[in-house]
């Protein structure tokens, strides 16, 4: 059989198996539609307001973002305040009421709970607004409490019954808080089962509406119930401002915010002025005694020196040979004399004992005391003077 065909028979076999498993296969595949869940996005994330704010941009309004009270908005404007106002200032306070004078809305959430015992709840446009915040158990009579605390958890939605309209709107507030209206001035309302969560009242010129809570407008419950709809209603036909925060940012914070890069470097370089100008130098010495400065303190000081380092022996040997060195400069020829004049010449110069001269002259023993040393030294140290 020519190889040639064999090869093409197999081939064409391959090609009809992978066929036939083709077709197959493609009968008992079905396509279907999954949806992943990633989240939310980043910007979702930073930013809890986010839905409200397309929303409202979405429904034709102009949304301005504001981080601070620094400057107000314009006055036929819609100040949604609902971020942390415990650092906000008696000065911003009043700057927010007469902007709310001159025709303003403020919405904003009441912080602080009423304190019985200072007639105040620290909360400064609660306060000047004079409405109180109170928890909803404390309102209820007893019975009532009971039966709220027995259905916790169930929902207890807030109605809001508007005019010529037959049916409430629904919203889910946090209804373990109540507002209370202590000076009556109050004209809309929205209440749950046993507390009121939202109150509406004028102010001069203009309106303030007060809630216990702003989570149905953050982005996972403005879709619930009627959220969206209660944001529409209070901001119709106006233009709105988010404030997030309720105080001025400090000098650092605008600085960490916008000059984060010459921070970081004016931290390094006082870090390295502080590890530069921190280095330990230890105390002061006092000025030197010039009178210490003395040719036998230094000779005392290189004997003692020579004597831990080099051993008796050594010190001995070494005055030895300069005794020597200084008689060959003395005594022409001392070198080749005998030992016995040697010793004879020496004990003329020096007026010392000839056995004194021989005995000292001998190389130094292994172990020596100290006294012996002490008194060879003497000797040796004559004899070298003499010379």
Sequence with gaps: MNPHRYWYAVAGLALLLLGGLGVYFSGKLQPYETTVEHGPAP???QDPYLAAHLFLTDQGRRV???ESLASMPAKDEVLLLLGERSAMTPLQTQRVQEWVSEGGHLVFVAERLWDEHSARSGDLLLDA???QQHMATDHLPADEAARSIGVK???QLTRLYLENEDAPVYLAFDTDYHL????QRAHAWANSAGATHMLQLRHGEGLVTALTDSWIWQNDRIKEYDHAWLLWYLTQDRAVTLAYHGEHDGLFTQLLRHFPEALASLALMLLFATWHFAQRQGPLLPPPDHSRRQLEEHLRASASFL???????????MLQQDIQRRARQRHPGFEELAVAEQCRVLATLSRLPLPTIEQVLRPAPAKIGVSD???QVAHLQRIRNAL
């Design 43 to 45: 910007e979702a994330r």
């Design 64 to 66: 301005t973002r504001s």
């Design 129 to 131: 607004l004079n409405l």
């Design 153 to 155: 958890d169930q929902p």
């Design 180 to 183: 209370y209206d202590a000076g």
């Design 307 to 317: 004597y831990r380092h080099a051993g008796p022996r050594q010190s001995l040997a």
């Design 373 to 375: 040393f002490t008194r």
